[in-house]
């Protein structure tokens, strides 16, 4: 089954906020053109296999739904839930950040 996949607003200011430290903070135009791509790469595949992955292992997420899925070349992840045939991106995240809190 592939799902439609929708990105919150706080999962675009999410991405965003790792976006400008690449450019402003690292100077870096190139890793943030590639985080983005990898982004886009990531959303696509969540389309097709967001029914097919596990549940959020904190059991506060679990109880609200939150799956995650790790971006396909770089250290993020998106934590989503599935809403019928919509999956729904809430949040972007670096993976040495502490999202569970």
Do not use: W
């Amino acid at each position: 089954m592939d799902y439609e996949v929708l990105v919150s607003e706080d999962a675009e200011n999410d991405l965003d906020h790792f976006i400008q430290y690449l450019l402003f903070e690292k100077e870096n135009e190139q890793a943030a053109r590639s985080l983005l791509n990898d982004f886009e790469m990531t959303k696509q595949s969540l389309s097709h296999v967001a029914g097919s992955l596990g549940d959020c292992a904190n059991p506060r997420l679990k109880a609200q739904g939150y799956k995650r899925i790790r971006f396909m070349a770089h250290r993020y992840f998106m934590l989503y839930r599935i809403e019928g045939n919509r999956v729904v991106i809430d949040a972007v995240f670096h993976e040495l950040q502490d999202f569970e809190s």
